[in-house]
């Protein structure tokens, strides 16, 4: 079974740029995460989705947004960007809601930016 | 609010010795959930063990072990017997319905385990 991909693996923007950064979880999994995780730092959370819902947000500005598909994938958005938005930016999806708290969360690889 | 410190940034240890990676959290919940998470070169996070507040029993698997206190507010994870394939950086996180279960990472130790 594939695990949770991400694409792409790596990318370079420049400031102001948009960027969109994709996700697709373990077949059957219907919650997604994302996390952001900076040179040296831990993972830092940023959204939550289950089932195409909202269930949590981390404190980013509004510059970052994300939405989950009918088929459980998902997107990140972030607009304008900073040279401090350079990060490691983490996918992770799980069978049901992590409010469960009692499922494990499948990491992707992660998709490196670079804003320039 | 809820915190989990990493004190140790970098560890390096010879291959065959043993490893204790530290973990103190902070929250002022009852119901809690600890994580450790391995990140290897690759950049994904692997799970590694998942603990609830109320279970204090200490764990073991293969080489593995973790030694949590609520007392002293740490989950430790130890290494026996390391191995070259055990170098990578090592996460703690600490969740409750509190954070919307969102994993609260500390900033990592970095393992380093030479021949």
């Known amino acids: 079974d594939a695990g949770v991909t991400q694409s792409p693996t790596h990318l370079i923007k420049t400031r102001g740029q948009h960027v969109t950064l994709r996700c697709s979880p373990i077949?059957?999994?219907?919650?997604v995460s994302w996390y952001q995780q900076v040179l040296g730092q831990g993972p830092q959370f940023i959204f939550q989705?289950?089932?195409?819902?909202?269930?949590g947000r981390g404190n980013f500005p509004d510059r970052f947004s994300a939405r989950q598909f009918p088929n459980y994938s998902s997107e990140l958005n972030v607009n304008a960007l900073l040279l401090g938005d350079s990060a490691l930016y983490l996918c992770a999806s799980s069978l049901v809601w992590q409010g469960a708290a009692n499922t494990e969360a499948f990491f992707g690889q992660g998709t490196r930016l670079t804003v320039v | 609010a809820q915190k989990v410190t990493q004190a140790q940034t970098e560890i390096s240890v010879v291959e065959k010795e043993d490893v204790t990676l530290d973990c103190v959290y902070e929250t002022r919940d009852t119901t809690y959930y600890l994580f450790w998470y391995k990140q290897p070169p690759s950049g994904e996070l692997v799970f590694l063990i998942r603990r609830n507040s109320f279970d204090e029993q200490n764990e073991i698997s293969g080489r593995y072990s973790w030694n949590f206190q609520k007392s002293t507010s740490s989950f430790n994870f130890t290494i026996t017997a390391s191995q070259v394939v055990d170098s990578a950086v090592y996460f703690c996180a600490l969740t409750n319905s509190n954070a919307g279960y969102a994993l609260n990472f500390g900033k990592g130790t970095s393992l380093l385990v030479t021949p």
């Open positions: 989705y289950y089932e195409k819902e909202e269930r």
């Open positions: 077949s059957g999994h219907k919650s």
